[in-house]
């Protein structure tokens, strides 16, 4: 009677855990220690949870075990089966709009952590022409690179001016810069030099560029620290400042947010993701395709890596660039043409 009792003990305590990890969201996990390690790689779980169902079907095998490997088999199969729903309706493709690029009033925003600039200036600005980008959002890249990136972009035709802010030198994770074009007007940074609230993000910097002539959207290079565990209160208010930012009517944020949709319960406002912004990917049928990191498969990866604007923009066009993983960096680009709604 005991290993009964026990048993499905053990079982219910599962369902309970699995449920909790599908969706920590639904009991305000999402942002603390394990839940948001777990969800923020949902194909990967759904593995485990097929490998971790199928050894129960085995055990189940034996008469002895039958009732304990099956209940517990099917609860794991639930787990696996939940993140592939999620996964699959928030996108495994992408859309592509072949008469986007003809509109001027359409935004193409490209964004790529270049892991402390291992991708050469080269093959950065030549997916940059090759995209029609107007933004080029860079975390972990320093001025010199920018600059770099920026010239081989005008002798490709496309001239851009270049932001960068960085907390020191000693890393070059600690710089992010952002590419604008001059076709959208002259922007100006705003976003504080120094770490942390109310001026910017608290280990790692982002761009705030705003119009000169306050015509165009607020343009937000992002660069979140990673929720690792003496950063996490970091990452908490990272999260919170992102969306702070993205609290008027014309935001067009990009980059690393160390984050995915699920990090971001709670912070939307008006129907938005984070602040008043809503995720490009998700939108645009890509949001569960994984853009960290490269040595896994873009299904098992992490979508940590965003396109985010405010409803006054439209998505055209999303997708995760997957066919240069071999670059060096250990993120995939993310690309998405924007254009205005209406």
């Not at 855990?17 to 220690?33: D, E, R």
């Not at 050469?120 to 600005?125: C, F, K, L, M």
Request: hydrophobic share 50%; proline share 6%.
């Amino acid at each position: 009677m005991l290993p009964r009792i026990l048993g499905w003990a053990i079982v219910l305590g599962t369902a309970a855990v699995a449920a909790v990890l599908l969706w920590p969201q639904g009991v305000g996990l999402q942002n603390q220690w394990i839940a948001a390690h777990v969800v923020a790689l949902r194909g990967a779980a759904a593995v485990a949870g097929i490998a971790a169902a199928g050894g129960f079907a085995l055990l189940a095998l034996p008469r002895r075990t039958r009732r304990f490997g099956i209940a517990m088999a099917v609860v794991l199969a639930l787990f696996a089966a939940g993140n592939v729903a999620i996964i699959a309706a928030r996108g495994t493709g992408g859309t592509t709009a072949p008469d986007a690029a003809g509109d001027a009033a359409s935004v193409t925003v490209l964004s790529w952590n270049t892991l402390g600039e291992v991708p050469e200036a080269s093959t950065i600005a030549e997916l940059a022409l090759a995209e029609g980008a107007d933004v080029v959002v860079l975390p972990e890249t320093t001025d010199p690179l920018g600059e770099a990136v920026a010239v081989a972009m005008r002798d490709g035709g496309r001239p851009m001016w270049v932001h960068t802010l960085a907390y020191d030198d000693i890393a070059k994770a600690r710089s992010t810069t952002l590419l604008i074009s001059p076709e959208l007007g002259d922007y100006e940074v705003v976003s504080a030099e120094a770490p942390g609230p109310p001026g910017n993000t608290n280990t790692l910097p982002s761009v705030v560029a705003d119009p000169v002539d306050g015509d165009g959207p607020r343009i937000v290079a992002v660069h979140a620290v990673a929720p690792i565990r003496w950063e996490f209160r970091n990452w908490r208010s990272d999260l919170d400042w992102l969306a702070e930012q993205c609290a008027g009517e014309n935001v067009i944020m990009a980059g690393d947010f160390n984050a995915t949709l699920d990090h971001f319960a709670g912070r939307g406002v008006d129907g938005g993701d984070l602040g008043r912004c809503r995720d490009a990917a998700a939108g645009g049928g890509a949001g569960g395709l994984g853009t960290w990191p490269t040595d896994l498969p873009e299904l098992l990866g992490s979508p940590i890596d965003h396109v985010m604007a405010t409803p006054g923009w439209r998505v055209d066009a999303v997708r995760v660039v997957g066919e240069i993983d071999g670059s060096g960096s250990d993120h995939r680009p993310i690309v998405a043409t924007l254009s205005p709604a209406g």
